[in-house]
């Protein structure tokens, strides 16, 4: 009985997705501590996580809710289609916790605060209807987990949202600067902005390819090849921008873990949008998303390896992390 209760929520919460949330503001959390030259604060890095992931799960449940009626008719297997749970109770989740979402990055700081609270604009814009245009729906999908990257930095260096030089030198009693706002020509300032920019390209590409997910035998096209190369294109240039900053005799056997999962990341995205290309049949294209929703893993990892010996650890357990979310993959979809 109690299984029964369990899994049409777990369903909800797509649970192989669940375990790809985390990373993003970490990853976000050790770009900025390592590129302003800090050690990364684990008390507040914890809340924004915790947020991130209550967010993202409202977001899940919020969207179940809105396109029950959607479900009905093209996927009738979903628990609230199905009779499985009551959509007010789904509603009513959704509700509670966007709030705990909210009140958790308030622990966080005001700048990861705001972010959140962007992030939480957008993800509800996007279920009550945003979704439904054809460009703006996959670019503020994108753009959420972009955002969910980009608080993970604001907690340890509030003044990277302002593009600021000498980030390092914050203090907790000013969290945001008096000067120089808007100065381009800090480049470790802008490796946390690089990198929400490609996560964001890359989320949307993959929105881009949900779109036929629901219609069977449609030809995916050409869209195929934006997820692989957006991956590229976000893992390459820190490893390129670590390189150049760390003196080359010590740096190949420490980037190893780097150029690894970045490698992975690539050639998993490429697998899996090669496996659709063609005219694939609906359950192909969903087991597609659901597998490079999980790649989001490796990419997150390959961004925490190039933070020092500290983000290689944070990139092993995201390994593992990816290896858990492989696995739950086989028994809930994540589409």
Known sequence: MHR???????????????????????AGAFLAAWSTS??????????????SLALYAAGLLSNDYLD?????????????????????TVLAAAI??????????????????????????????????????????????????????????????????????????????????????????????????GAMAGLTCVVASITLISRKETTSLAPVGARIIFPPIAVFLTVVPP???????????????GAGLGYLTAGMAVVWSAIWCGSISGKPPAFMIQKSIGAQIRGLILIQAALCAVAGLEGRIAALALLFAFWLATWAGKWFSGS
């Open 4 to 26: 029964e209760k369990t899994r049409p929520w777990l369903s909800l919460l797509r649970l192989p997705n669940l375990l790809t949330v985390p990373g993003d503001p970490l």
């Open 38 to 51: 800090r050690t990364v604060m684990w008390p507040i890095l914890l809340p924004v996580c915790g947020a």
């Open 68 to 88: 029950r009626a959607e479900d009905s008719r093209f996927r009738p297997e979903r628990p609230i289609p199905a009779g499985l749970v009551q959509p007010s």
């Open 96 to 193: 509670l916790l966007t709030l705990g979402g909210l009140a958790a990055g308030v622990a966080a700081g005001p700048a990861a605060a705001f972010v959140l609270a962007l992030l939480t604009a957008c993800i509800w814009s996007y279920n009550a209807g945003v979704k439904r245009n054809t460009v703006a729906g996959p670019a503020l999908m994108g753009l959420c987990r972009g955002l969910s990257l980009l608080a993970g930095a604001a907690s340890q260096a509030p003044t990277i949202l302002f593009l600021a030089a000498g980030g390092g030198k914050v203090s907790s009693t000013q969290p945001f600067p008096p000067y120089s706002v808007f100065d381009l020509t800090n480049h470790s300032t802008l490796l946390p902005w």
């Open 239 to 253: 490893l390129l921008w670590a390189w150049s900053r760390v003196p080359h005799a010590v740096y190949p056997m």
